[in-house]
């Protein structure tokens, strides 16, 4: 990890209210009656004392915190508030093969931006086509607003599209490969101009991906927030950014932010939320973007970014899968004659359908190397790219274009980053 240092605002030059968000922030996670967890971190760390030296210094000494962290605790034992009145546990929608982490959710703070949108835009009936675990909550807002939203099952697309032209609806609450995926079911059951708005999160929109939902749904204004589960929403589009398509996000207001030299989002809650059971300081998104210096057009004042990608170098989020660094080198491990690799990730147009591209570069030991077509074929049956997917599956599946192996006699690496895996999403 390098130096930390600040380009959304210094926390030296914070303005006193931000200040005393901060502080509040600070006297909650110490003060409180319901959990340990901040005040053993600080603890150990050596800031025993630190409610009463609170200040923009003690801020920039403070260790991070990691997913992980969160991971080795039971929720309960990170709850900062009374059980009572929380009826919701959400759990991370498992993309990633590690346990996921837990919050415990009161409907009543629940907000919402992509519903807001939906029922701004005059949307009244809507599909909710994603992790079942987050649809009460989701339908608990709705209902506020007086938005009909009704629950599509993922695993089930063309039942969810039947569903569909039931209900009649006007917009759908999903992620990107889902709303792909169920485009070709919709089309059966109803005009894709009925469609009015989607509204996108928890996987990039790429530039490819944006068009090929744009010739899925050719009149529905596409929307895509950035945000994870313990942090809410990070960043989202205004209506000049969403009919852009892009990756630039506005920041949410409600955090503060850091960014790493290496480009890592750091974020801190602000404002005390209890839909969250654990605020979160410094921490680490493992996502990685850059912060833009001109202004939107649309004339909001909070800064822009553009989002790199998710999970930073050590993995890669693609097609509904994940790529990760340490994995494709236990794979390498069986090919004791590679010393030095570099795999490559592309998202491509073929035969109609949006797939994953994967080159993998290698350099020769001495002890010498099978053919790329052998190392090809044994590296597809046993590397996963999705939870119980090899890549030789996705491959059959029509995911994944056949991986592409080349022995070349030395690896040349963009920019200063020694990583294994190179994104070029
Ligand atoms: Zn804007």
Redesign the pocket.
Known sequence: MGVFYFLFYDVRRMSPDEFKNLKTLFKFVLDNAFSDFYREKYRLAGFSSFEATVSPEVFLKLPYLAKEELVAVPPEQRLYFSSEGFWQLASTSGTSRQKPAFFYIRPEYSSHPGIELLSGRGVKRAMFLNNPARFPNTYHHCERLGLTLIYGDPLNLRGAAYQAKVARIEGLITSPTLALDFAPHLKEMLNPSEIRLIKLSGELVTPLRFSSLRDNYPAAFIESSYGLLETGTLGFQ?E??AREGGLKH?FNPQNYYEITDEGELVVTHLKLNPRFGTPLIRYRTGDFVSLMEEN???G?PEKLFILQGRGGGDLVKVGGGLIMADEVEKVIGHFPGVKDWLLHVWEVKADEKIKVRLFLEVTEDNVGLPSPQRIAEQFSKIFYVGGHTTLEEAVSRGLFLPLEVKIVSTIARPGFKAGHLESHL
Do not use: A, Q
């Open positions: 205004c000049v950014l506005h939107c057009r649309c909001r």
